[in-house]
């Protein structure tokens, strides 16, 4: 990667990732101490957390990045890009309609790729990836940092993870999970095992690769905190926060250090010669437009399941609705917005 594509570092950047590693580190010391004192946080509180971090302060940064990423592209292009993207969620709804298990694995894998992908660019444009030089080490990062959000937890927090696994699925088939639940004893050490394989080759081959310009350090003290994190936080406060603090925080310090590509479509904003109030309300109509169609998929999803709001308890329902949600938005935005935007992409670094 030139580093002629990086901006002068003025520091912000940096600032933004130790505001999301101490985040992430005091969580981990309050939750710690919580244990030793044998304080258990109910799930409906945790449920509430959540529901704060999914929905009040993680979804406006994934709306934030499609409109970074679109900004300032051609409209046939925006139009292309809006079709792949209902394509790719209605493909997920069809799935999770017709086979929920499978929807259910789905919806954790986005949440693997999601967490991993963004964290890999994060790195590229941030501390660095000169330890990891060939695709199979770079998909191995994106494994062992994004697996960290769900394979630690199925681990650390097997029967809450199993309660809300069998929530969702619920929401199509109530006894949905029922047939695969007898094998859990089985796949909860074949995770443990194959996740531990993935992060000490993850650490063990980007050390072999280092340069000795501090990558493979922060990356290795960010993977271990990312571990931590996952085997001490409850799951559902932890999945909940890590999107806004460390996934949002953590974009935000990717696109402070790199220079905007010119992609020669004309800006939502109004470019450079637009006044003030012009691009406020030009800002405003986007938010409105990435509200309300942010707003129709949701209910559109809602329509369509059986029982969206699965369960007895409202909030552990709500939950279980939005997990399901926000990954079935969350596939295009990693699969459209990322993997084939060549020209930019939503984690774009030069
Ligand atoms: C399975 C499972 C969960 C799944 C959460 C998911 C699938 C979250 C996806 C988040 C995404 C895709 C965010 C994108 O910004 C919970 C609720 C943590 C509880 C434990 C069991």
Do not use: C
Not at 89 to 108: C, D, E, K, R, S
Not at 133 to 150: C, D, K, T, Y
Not at 294 to 313: D, E, M, Q, R
């Amino acid at each position: 990667m030139s580093v002629t594509h990086l901006r002068e570092s003025v520091g912000v950047e940096s600032t933004v990732l130790t505001a999301s590693r101490a985040a992430l580190a005091g969580l981990v010391v309050l939750f710690a101490g919580l244990h030793l004192a044998a304080v258990e946080v109910p799930l409906t509180a945790q449920a509430a957390v959540y529901l704060l971090g999914m929905v009040a302060l993680n979804l406006p940064h994934g709306g934030y990045e499609h409109f970074a990423n679109l900004r300032r592209r051609a409209t046939t292009f925006r139009g292309t890009y809006v079709a792949g993207y209902l394509l790719l969620a209605g493909a997920f709804v069809g799935l999770f309609l017709l086979a929920p298990v499978a929807g259910l694995a789905l919806a954790i894998g986005v949440a693997v790729l999601k967490g991993g992908g963004g964290d890999l660019h994060v790195l590229r444009a941030t501390t660095g990836t000169s330890h990891l030089r060939s695709r199979p080490q770079r998909l191995l990062a994106v494994a062992a940092r994004g697996g960290a959000v769900m394979a630690v937890p199925i681990v650390a927090f097997p029967n809450t993870f199993h309660t809300f696994s069998a929530l969702m699925v619920s929401m199509v088939d109530p006894a949905g999970l029922g047939g695969v639940s007898s094998y859990f004893s089985v796949t909860r050490p074949l995770v443990a095992v194959g996740y531990a394989a993935v992060v000490l080759a993850h650490l063990g081959w980007g050390f072999r690769n280092r340069t000795g310009d501090g990558a493979w350090g922060a990356d290795a003290a960010e993977t271990t905190l990312l571990v931590t994190y996952f085997a001490v936080v409850p799951v559902v406060v932890a999945v909940g926060l890590y999107f806004p603090l460390w996934y949002s925080l953590r974009q935000v310090s990717r696109e402070l250090a790199v220079e905007e590509p010119d992609l020669g479509g004309a800006d939502l904003l109004g470019g450079p010669d637009a006044d003030a109030g012009g691009v406020a309300l030009r800002a405003w109509g986007v938010l409105v437009a990435g509200a309300m169609a942010t707003a129709a998929v949701a209910v559109a999803f809602w329509t369509l399941v059986p029982s969206p709001i699965p369960g007895p308890n409202l909030r552990l329902g709500l939950v279980a609705f939005w997990s399901v949600f926000i990954s079935v938005v969350a596939l295009p935005h990693v699969v459209v917005g990322s993997v084939l935007d060549r020209g930019r992409g939503i984690w774009h670094v030069p």
